[in-house]
């Protein structure tokens, strides 16, 4: 009877040390990192339940404009591609239309990063050739940007990007913008005609402008030039982008006036001599060939069309909306010399 029961005990044994070592395993491992883009708000917060050195950095908050046109997934994708690849951002989406799209809608939920959809429709009179574009989606991503955090303790610290969807960025350029103490400048290419367009820097100071287009305005810069604080932004409440008084192409220097000078600006990219950022523009698209009326049997999602549902709400975001209220219906040109620009 003991050598059955002996017997049984070694048939046993090796499982048992088996269980042993599984869940010794299993309490020595440690816990899983947060998934990627999603915050405690469903996906909405930047950077929320990060830890580690990551908890630390600024966050990047990008505004990006975008408008229904056959090739705005394309441009979203690749856009979202770049900064899926940046840790601590928040992308604010927002669309010019009268409500929000079923295919930014669905590409939001997938596009695997902290993203708030907004959405408000620049009036019929804004939409001439020659006038600004994108001013009522970019004042509306900076009403959001102030509202979420009127209410909330001192802000952590923050830098504001505007991120057009048809430029191509070097995942270097937001490092370098991360450490933005006040506004922050670099170079753009492919913009105003030429190969480039800088800020001229001497002793770590901006003294002049680079630029195939009007030197003479006060910043002489692209969009895509240029990131700012979020405490200045927090700071300076009432500065937006300008209709009314406007020129063209003075939308960028209309609005900087407003919280900065030339002499306070901080030249980033390796004294502004290494280009991160290009006005790449997407091709004109040939559809010669597209026929009138919807000849395929199966329907491809390929431009936006507005959701029915919620067609009344001004925003989307999955910790809430943007309140009603926000729903906004002389430098002369120095040349580089012998500088040697990297593009």
Known sequence: MKSLLFGRFLLLLPWVLVVIIVLDIDSSRPPLPPRAGAGADGGGGAGVGVRGPEAALPTIYAITPTYSRPVQKAELTRLANTLRQVSRLHWILVEDAAARSELVSRFVAAAGLPCTHLHVPTPRRYKRPGLPRATEQRNAGLAWLRQRHQHLPP??????????????????????????????????????????????????????????????????????????????????????????????????????????????????ANNCT????????TEKVNLANEPKYHLDTVNIELCAQSLTRGASSPSCHCAGGLPKAHHIAGTTEIHPGHLLIHL
């Open 155 to 268: 802000p952590q610290p923050g830098v504001l990007f505007f991120a057009d969807d048809d430029n191509t960025y070097s995942l270097e350029l937001f490092h370098e913008m991360r450490t933005t103490r006040k506004v922050s400048v670099w170079p753009v290419g492919l913009v105003g005609g030429r190969r480039y367009e800088r800020p001229v820097v001497e002793n770590g100071k901006v003294v002049g402008w680079y630029t195939g287009w009007r030197a003479d305005r006060p910043f002489a810069i692209d969009m895509a030039g240029f990131a700012v604080s979020l405490q200045v932004i927090l700071s300076h409440p009432k500065a937006v982008f300008k209709r009314r008084g406007s020129q063209p192409g003075m939308q960028e220097s209309d609005f900087l006036k407003q919280i900065t000078t030339v002499e306070e600006l901080e030249p980033k």
């Open 274 to 281: 290494k280009v991160l950022v290009w006005h790449t523009r």
